[in-house]
Structures are given as C-alpha cells and as structure tokens.
C-alpha cells in the first residue's frame, strides 16, 4: 500500500471530509520547523538502526531507509527539496519524500514511535546545539570586555547611585562587572544543557511502546545521558524550551542595561563615550547627527525576548499533561529568540570594539559630587578612632561646608576643617585625592588596580 500518494496528511483514511482551508493554513508549522531537518533526520538515522538492531526491520530495510534520509538531507542542503504545506510540518514532508524514493519500506520507519516523542527529541537537539552557538558567542563578549578592562584599568570614573556621582571606580571595574553577568548567562546556559539531557525516542504518542525496542541505544546515538523516564511527562515536558527562552530573556536583559548606561554615556550631556562610525547612524534631517541606533536595537530586543518567554508560559499554564496542538508554537518562540539573541551578541560584540573612553571627561566628572566622601569618613574611623556614625555625621558637615564654599573637598583647607573636627591631622587629607581612593578599595573583588589585575588574569585562566 502507497503511503501519502497524492500529498494527502496521512490520517485521511480515518478522517473523510478534508481540513478546512483555514486550519490547514493555520495548522501548517512547515515555514518555521523545517528549520528541524537536520535534527529529524539524525533522529529517524538512529531510529532506524535501533530497530534493525532490535530486529524489527531487516537490513534491507534498513539500509533503504538510511540511504533515502541521506538523500533527502542532500536535497535539502542543495535547495532542491520541495516544502509542502498540506503534509503540515517537516516530520511528515520528510517521511512523505521517502516514500517517494523508497517506496513502501519507508513504512517501517515510524514503527515504534509518535510525532510526539519525534519533535521533543529534535527541539531538543536543536536547543543543545543553539546552546552551544549563544555560549561561543558569550565567549566572544567576555574576550572583548576583558580586553577593553585592560586598556582602561588607570581610567577613573564616577561609579553611580541613583545615577548621582557616587565613588571613584576604575572604568575597567564597571567593564569587568558586564564579564560577571555573562559568565552566569553561560552559566544557565550550560545547566540548562544538563537538564534537558534526556532521551525523549521511545516514548511514542505518550504511554510508550509494546516495540521491543532499546532507548538506551538511541540514547548513546543521539549523544543523551540517559532515556527519560515517563512517557506521559516526555511528551508533555516543555520546561526545557521554558529554560532556554528565561536564559534568553536574562541575557538580553544584560545587554540591554548596558546599552541603556552606553547611550547615556554616548549623550552630549555626559560624553564619556563616543562610537565608531561603523556602529551609528546618521539623521534624515539633522545633517550633524550621529545617533547610538546600534544600542538602541539591542534595548529594544529585548522586548521581544522577554515576549516570547511570556508566551510559553501562557501557552503551558493551562494544558492537561499530554500533547496539545497549543505546544505547535514552541518553535517559533524558541526560534525567534534564538535568532534576536544571536544577532544582539554579534552586533553587542562590534559595540564594545568601537567604544571611545574620553578618559578625561570621566575623570573631571569623578570630582564633581565629593565622590571621596566616604573615603574621608572611614580615614576619620581608621586614623582618629571615631565610629563609623560619628565619621559620617562629621563628613556631612564637612561636605556642606564644601557645598557652601563651592569648593571639591580637597580644596578646603586645614583650617577649614579644623572647625568641625578640631584635632584633625593633614594624613586624613590624602584620602581626597582620586586615585587614592580607587586604589583603596583592596577588598575580594573591589576596584583597586591591583585587584582589577588579578582579576583580568583570573579570567583568561579560565577562558583558556
């Protein structure tokens, strides 16, 4: 019996009466999961040979079919495959062509398995595979981050509370800030990896087979850890699609607080960056333009990213535990994202590249704000044995005493001081001085230069 003669969804000889034009447009996942094909046939590959292995079909079959995927693979490749929207998705177009060159041996093929378990195992794939292509890429960021950190160790900078001058900070401190966000992006990433390292082939529609086949072997073929354990939680299982598209919406988030502090930088207001011409744009009005789009792009994507997460979760909230028409969009979210992602790295990549330290700028800025007010306050702790309370009251004081003056702290003089706290010493006054202040901070993970260093080196250690 000729299986899909005529293009016809395989279930016709059940379901007389055709499906309605509109459901059949609707119902059609064809345009965005034909992205699965290399997928769905490595999964129908190790199918295939576990069932000849298990003696369900014969090698002749076997090979048939082997030969046939090859071919199809080959077509695809070469653009000479023809896509078809009344066989739905890329599960049944490939196993329709195989019909088409095997003939009715390409029956065997789905013995002992469901288009349920079929399109877990091949998302699941794919997401291992995307994984690994968005944590390369995170790789890429973390090199460039580390060695722009490396050209700017001596820049000062106003570090921000409130956006208000806060304390002195080496610039290279607020870079390598971004490194630690995206190692805990490739952090989720990689656990995530682990999670969903589970077989789903074999679990048919969801209650498994009376086939007496052998999920370990299509385990070790399909590079799993171990089969899954319930078939009615297998098919039903999108807590991995949901892993993939948070870990997204995370990593999108960290780069759009990025790009947000860049743009701001990038303002005329500020000019603590400017950009290279290769990552702005210019006006269609305003011929002296040149207008940070590049990040402006990467914050608006992430609306997006956030989107699709948001839908997942809408779409699962509701379902039964099986399979659901509903779940059809998992694809086209995880795929969208995935691609926003990959392109938001890419272009955050040649940002940082093409940033600008004005390092003269941002040092004038540190000064403006008593930025070494805390620093005063824990010389008076350290040097003249105040408690912390009593130093920062005093500062106070002498901070509005500066802000009358209109004078930076550094600027008031020993007499002036001496008025609010009377047995102050000139040792207390070096502590105002910027680099000083920066240099201070030796605590794990602090903004000292030497901490900065070791941190830089930390790093490369274990991107090597």
Known sequence: MSQNKNNNAVWNTRIKKKTSNIFKKV?????????????????????AEMLYKQKIITIKIKDKILWGLKRIQNEIERKK???DRDLEDIHMNIENRLFE???????????ARSRNDQVVTDLKLWIKKSSTEIDNLLLKVIKSLIKISEKNIYSIMPGFTHLKNAQPISLAHYFLSNVEMFKRDQ???SCSMKSLNQNPLGAGAFSGTSFNIDRWYTTKKLKFKEPTNNSLDTVSDRDFVLDFLYNSSVCSMHISRIAEELIIW??????????????????????????????????????????NLFSMLTIVKGLPISYFKDLQDDKDLVFRSFDNLKNCLIIFD???????VNKKVMLEAAKVG?????????????NMNFSFREAYMLTAKVVNLAEKKNLALNELGHEDLKKIIPKISLDVMQNLDLKNSVNSKKSYG?????????????????IK
């Open 27 to 47: 119902g059609s996942s064809i345009e965005v999961d034909k992205r699965l094909y290399k997928e769905d046939i490595f999964t129908s590959v190790s199918h």
């Open 81 to 83: 495959f023809k896509f």
């Open 101 to 111: 060159l095997i003939g009715n041996d390409a029956g065997y093929l789905h013995s």
């Open 187 to 189: 952090f989720r990433f």
């Open 266 to 307: 990038n303002s005329d207001q500020f000019k603590f960056i400017s950009l290279k011409d290769n990552i702005v744009t210019g006006s269609s009005i305003m011929p002296q333009k040149k207008n940070p789009d590049t990040l402006e792009f990467l914050r608006g994507k992430t609306g997006s990213i956030f989107g």
């Open 350 to 356: 040649e940002v940082i590249n093409g940033v600008i």
């Open 370 to 382: 008593f930025t070494t007010a805390t620093d005063f306050a824990d010389a008076l702790v350290k």
């Open 446 to 462: 602090g903004t000292s230069f030497e901490n900065i260093k070791k941190m830089i080196r930390k790093h490369k250690k274990e």
